[in-house]
């Protein structure tokens, strides 16, 4: 049995960009970040990032171009992937990716989710909320039908 799976949450380590491929589908490409905190054998704290490449097929990449920004939170769950190519200069190159299967957007770097600030909603004025009244009688269970 084999398996290829990633999740990553981080944040966008720059906008995302759309380009099409000759068959029309849509690509999109981004960069998001990972931290990892820990402390060493002396008690230190230490800390290091992680930089993921990402690539989003189709619909999903439209919507990720669209909606996700420099600094924004995300969730991607996809398969690694490493492709290669001849460079300029002759040399072979690698690059190893993210596929993205499922893109979950997260919190706007200005605050709160989707972008709206951290200051409080404004107060509506209070109503009473509707509620159902239900009647007095016990139910019989014999007469369900089911």
Known sequence: MYLNKAFVIGNLTRDPELKALPSGMKVATFGVATN???????????????????VVFGRQAETSAQYLKKGQNVLVEGRIQTRSWEGSDGQKKYRTEILADRVQFGAKSGGGVGGASSAPAPKEESSEIDTIQYPEENINTEDIPF
């Open 36 to 54: 990892r905190v820990w402390k060493d054998q002396s008690g230190a704290k230490k800390e290091a990032t992680e930089f993921h490449n990402i």
